[in-house]
């Protein structure tokens, strides 16, 4: 079971996994494309960042970015390379959907890239009811980008997570 805390991106664990986040969004998207956020981005008013830790090794990595009361971004999600496949990113994803519900988001959204290095995450995202869609936030609408959202039930549970 993964402990999910708010993380308040000091450590040294969770900026390394930061860094390699950003290193791979770099390598797997052409120039201009990437619109992950850094260190700093991460750390403006409005912006919530996760950890999911498995004894006392981060796991995972996300952020929720309010975009407007009723909008909110899921940001920077990354599975350390040991945890592939374990359900870290599952189990983040579904406390940012928490989260966002009790803060009244009505919609969830994401951007992301495409081709090999994005599959995992997409079809995650797809398992919790994220459907594809348009442009969102200013994001351009690339060949290469994809964009997601979530239609939350604020007073329901969501089948694909089963949470409320």
Known sequence: MFDIREDDLTG??????????LAGMHANSPPGSVFALDLSGLQLPGVTVWTARLGERIACVAALKMLAPEHGEVKSMRVHPDFAGQGAGAAILDHIIKVARTRGVARLSLETGTGPAFEAAVRL???RGF?????????????????????????????????Q
Do not use: C, I, K, W
Not at 12 to 21: K, N, P, V
């Open 125 to 127: 995202y797809q398992r």
């Open 131 to 163: 459907r594809p869609g348009a442009a969102f936030g200013g994001y351009p609408q690339t060949a290469f980008n994809q964009f997601f959202h979530l239609e939350l039930a604020r007073d329901a549970t969501d089948p694909a997570t089963g949470l």
């Open 12 to 21: 040294a664990e969770t900026r390394a996994l930061l860094a390699l986040h």
